[in-house]
């Protein structure tokens, strides 16, 4: 018999909102810093290959391809955008998708939720290296 309570899209789902909401408190953390931290859809990606050359498309690319899956062009559009583009350097703590900022989980706008993330990350990766 397998796992009754195991359901995959929906711890799929909560790590990728936990992501986010670390984002958005380590963004929080760094505001006057200078450093953007964002969060970016995963997206679901057609192909596997990976041509550098077409990385440049990518930044351009962030129309979806067909109803669900994108190509690798379009699903390196948002890091790139992100990582490359001067307009978007002074935008932080905010979830993108397809190029552009986007509402997302409505548990994102919680700060007290990012924070609890934030300190269970925190005590989690503290009892695996030790004391400083």
């Not at 109803?67 to 978007?88: N, T």
């Not at 548990?107 to 503290?126: C, G, I, K, N, S």
Request: hydrophobic fraction near 40%.
């Amino acid at each position: 018999m397998g796992h009754l309570f195991y359901k995959p899209f929906t711890f799929y789902g909560q790590s990728k909102l936990a992501t986010a909401l670390f984002a958005k408190e380590l963004s929080r953390r760094l505001s006057d810093s200078g450093i953007a931290v964002n969060s970016v859809h995963p997206g679901a990606v057609g192909e596997r290959a990976f041509n550098v050359a077409s990385a440049f498309h990518s930044i351009s690319s962030c129309q979806w391809r067909g109803l669900f899956m994108k190509s690798i062009a379009q699903g390196r559009g948002d890091p790139g955008l992100l990582g490359s583009k001067p307009l978007v350097n002074a935008v932080t703590g905010e979830y993108w998708a397809d190029c552009k900022v986007a509402r997302g989980s409505k548990y994102l706008e919680d700060p007290q939720m990012a924070h609890r993330v934030w300190t269970v990350f925190r005590r989690d990766v503290a009892s695996h290296i030790g004391p400083a």
